[in-house]
């Protein structure tokens, strides 16, 4: 697809080859929170039109986990499943075999991230689903947008989902793990403060505030207030932002090879461990276990398996199916690397049905949409 962009700033027109079109994406509460700015914020189209939140209280280092397993002489190639489940990681392996990991062993292979992430039910989606509050097999969604309402509306008329009403016991549920995470990890942000680790993402401030605080921000200061101090959350958008290409990410992390030119502040701006406006993060989400929602409820795919309900990969495979988005940015596992997780854009139903499924570890899932766009410029608007 052609696009033809007019640049507001320097009423200049840019062509631009976009291969990508209409996407949807599904991703933890922090990749959602990083799309949800780089919509805000960056001249061009950003492509993700629907964004399905995952509930996520924790995520881990892929190769913490993996020596974990060996301390409890589980081969991860051996791994069919795992789940997170009443205070326990549960491996289900070939042959039958189940070993289960108490939850706070599993901790040290925790990303240092995740403790001072505040979401837990990825509040900037359009739909968010998860497992805590619905029965085996089946998916808890809390539904907070009209395009989301719609979307889960239209795929139960026709069969993709059932949808049925959440239990009170669910619902209770949630709300103490939901505000559990917020209270445990608002402590630990308090204690990084007074230590001046910053975590500047729950620093919320008016809109003209904010763009003073980022606007002589560049890749340096990324490192130094994001990536150097344990808060970098491995969600690629720095790197897609970047109009220079002089990002990488390599060893897990975010690094240049390159200078950045005056005046360009884009990855700094991107990313969802920097200031974000409160017009985006309300303060009051402090005090909201669930953030702003139109309905919760609990649904299962007629066809699809998945990790619970499988509704993630059925409401994409609707999408797709639909025409209401030309691609889908989904997370499967690596090839030769089992259960590494790899991030993918796809327009293939096969494929999204491929990588359903949860990998407890992190990575950059905006790195696959840069390189979709066949690497064309980013700007901020
Ligand atoms: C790191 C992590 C932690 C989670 N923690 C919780 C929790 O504490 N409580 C809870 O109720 N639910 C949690 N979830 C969500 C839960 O595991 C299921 O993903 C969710 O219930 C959707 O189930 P489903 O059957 O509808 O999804 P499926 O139809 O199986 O689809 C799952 C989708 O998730 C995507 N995905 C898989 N791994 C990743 C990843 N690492 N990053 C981004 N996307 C990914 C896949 O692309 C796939 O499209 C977590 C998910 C993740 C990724
Ligand atoms: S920072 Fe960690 S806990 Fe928070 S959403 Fe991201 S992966 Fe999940
Ligand atoms: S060129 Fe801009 S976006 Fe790229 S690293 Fe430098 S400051 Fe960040
Ligand atoms: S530094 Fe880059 S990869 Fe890390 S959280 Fe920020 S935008 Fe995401």
Redesign the pocket.
Known sequence: MVVKNQRKDKGEDIIQINKTGKAAM???PC?ILAATKMDRFMEEEFPVDLKIG??????FSYSNMKELFKEYHVDINDLTQYR?EKGHLWLYLTENRVVKIPLNKAKKSMRKNCQICMDFTSEQSDIS????GSPEGW??VIIRTEKGLELIESAERDNYIEIKPISESGLKIMEKLANDKKTENKAEISKRESIARPVLYRRQMPYEEFINEVSECQFNDLKGDVVDIGACVLCGACFYACPEEIIEIKDRKPQIKGECPEGCNICYVACPRTYIPEEILSKKSDKEPFGKYIKILSAQ?NK?E?????????L?TYALSNDIVDNVI???KSIGDPWK?EAKITDNVAE?IK?????????P?FKPLKLSKGGSKCHLK
């Open positions: 599904v991703g933890t990749q995952l509930f996520c209280m924790e995520n997170i689903v998860g497992s805590v998916s808890t795919a699809i998945g990790q619970d309900g499988g509704v993630a990969t059925a994409l989904v997370t499967d997780p999204v990588a359903s499924g949860t990998k407890y570890a992190a990575c899932v």
